[in-house]
């Protein structure tokens, strides 16, 4: 459903005039030529760190593909920045709009909301189920650094049917763990962690090489992780895996690959005399006396990743296994 952005309607709008805002922007667009049509498959609550409060609502979504993300998933996307009670100047605020995508014989329109917020975390769960539809699942998008801040606020826990992050973001890879661990066995959300999705080349490669990983052909032998620099969660989530494949063998050890010679390599696992090497590109696996056994990296786009997770709202298992692992 993707297309260009070709539309955008916005005004500022209050906690009680959100939906009648919205109903007069379509309306608006409805005296227009070319008929629009409203596409919602689910909600998307999108959390943001509180920033001053003199920035302009609309400034509050710089720097997210939310256009991108909308068009390849049409989503009513509600912006939440949540501030503490504590910071007396802010004010509930709140604005709406709506973004046109598609050719002219078949245009749509998906709802954008921001809101910011000043209230209790127990007064979010009230707000959040006046926006959102309850006809379409609902997934939230913490778009901040988990290990450096607060945990996704309770209520979010309870609308939420899926719980979206970076663990590439994550500062501190130990702080991060930390606030995400308590969340693999919550039945309330599944976790979806676009790092995670860039390791599946990886495993993939890994499996096909030597077979299920469980079997006895790695039994018991040595296993090494390298990372390039900035890359020690994905290599946390590699030896989570690794380990969750091979329960009661000596566990991974991980290491910063600041001696590493391949500039390209993203994480490097080394099991026995196999080398495994994931790069932007490509998983690599190389076994002696046989030919490189080499798996495509899929080009996508960061907005096109947030998209396909929002698609899959199935549990990731295997992630979970291997955060239960690294706990």
């Given at each position: 459903?993707?297309?260009?952005?070709?539309?955008?309607?916005?005004?500022?709008?209050?906690?009680?005039?959100?939906?009648?805002?919205?109903a007069?922007?379509?309306?608006?667009?409805?005296?227009?030529?070319?008929?629009?049509?409203?596409?919602?498959?689910?909600?998307?609550?999108?959390?943001?760190?509180?920033?001053?409060?003199?920035?302009?609502?609309?400034?509050?979504?710089?720097?997210?593909?939310?256009?991108?993300v909308?068009?390849?998933?049409?989503?009513?996307?509600?912006?939440?920045?949540?501030?503490?009670?504590?910071?007396?100047?802010t004010?509930?605020?709140?604005?709406?709009?709506?973004?046109?995508?598609?050719?002219?014989?078949?245009?749509?329109?998906?709802?954008?909301?921001?809101?910011?917020?000043?209230?209790?975390?127990?007064?979010?769960?009230?707000?959040?189920?006046?926006?959102?539809?309850?006809?379409?699942?609902?997934?939230?998008?913490?778009t901040?650094d988990?290990?450096?801040?607060?945990?996704?606020?309770?209520?979010?826990?309870?609308?939420?049917?899926?719980?979206?992050?970076?663990?590439?973001?994550?500062?501190?890879?130990?702080?991060?763990?930390?606030?995400?661990?308590?969340?693999?066995?919550?039945?309330?959300?599944?976790?979806?962690?676009?790092?995670?999705?860039?390791?599946?080349?990886?495993?993939?490669?890994?499996?096909?090489?030597?077979?299920?990983?469980?079997?006895?052909?790695?039994?018991?032998?040595?296993?090494?992780?390298?990372?390039?620099?900035?890359?020690?969660?994905?290599?946390?989530?590699?030896?989570?895996?690794?380990?969750?494949e091979?329960?009661?063998?000596?566990?991974?050890?991980?290491?910063?690959?600041?001696?590493?010679?391949?500039?390209?390599?993203?994480?490097?696992?080394?099991?026995?005399?196999?080398?495994?090497?994931?790069?932007?590109?490509?998983?690599?696996?190389?076994?002696?006396?046989?030919?490189p056994?080499?798996?495509?990296?899929?080009?996508?786009?960061?907005?096109?990743?947030?998209?396909?997770?929002?698609?899959?709202?199935?549990?990731?298992?295997?992630?979970?296994?291997?955060?239960?692992?690294?706990?």
């Amino acid at each position: 459903m993707a297309g260009a952005v070709a539309t955008r309607m916005w005004r500022e709008s209050a906690p009680e005039e959100i939906e009648s805002d919205l109903a007069a922007l379509w309306r608006e667009l409805a005296h227009g030529e070319v008929k629009i049509a409203r596409a919602v498959m689910s909600n998307l609550i999108v959390v943001r760190a509180p920033s001053d409060h003199r920035t302009a609502l609309a400034d509050i979504v710089g720097g997210l593909p939310l256009d991108e993300v909308g068009a390849r998933h049409p989503s009513r996307t509600i912006v939440l920045e949540h501030c503490h009670r504590k910071a007396l100047e802010t004010q509930f605020a709140a604005g709406v709009g709506i973004v046109t995508f598609g050719p002219p014989a078949s245009r749509y329109g998906v709802e954008q909301i921001v809101v910011r917020s000043a209230c209790p975390e127990s007064s979010l769960l009230s707000m959040l189920r006046r926006l959102v539809r309850g006809d379409v699942p609902t997934s939230v998008w913490w778009t901040e650094d988990l290990s450096d801040g607060p945990p996704p606020f309770d209520p979010l826990l309870t609308i939420g049917r899926q719980i979206l992050y970076d663990s590439r973001q994550w500062s501190d890879v130990a702080r991060g763990l930390a606030t995400i661990l308590p969340l693999v066995d919550d039945p309330r959300v599944d976790l979806a962690d676009l790092n995670w999705r860039r390791l599946a080349p990886l495993r993939r490669a890994l499996v096909h090489a030597r077979g299920p990983l469980k079997g006895d052909g790695w039994r018991g032998v040595a296993i090494e992780v390298d990372h390039a620099p900035g890359e020690a969660a994905i290599a946390s989530l590699l030896t989570g895996w690794l380990r969750a494949e091979r329960p009661g063998d000596p566990p991974p050890v991980a290491t910063a690959a600041s001696t590493q010679h391949d500039q390209q390599a993203i994480v490097t696992v080394k099991i026995a005399d196999t080398t495994a090497t994931l790069t932007a590109h490509a998983a690599e696996v190389a076994i002696p006396s046989a030919p490189p056994l080499v798996v495509a990296v899929p080009q996508e786009s960061y907005a096109d990743a947030i998209a396909a997770e929002l698609r899959s709202l199935s549990p990731e298992v295997t992630l979970l296994a291997a955060m239960r692992a690294l706990a």
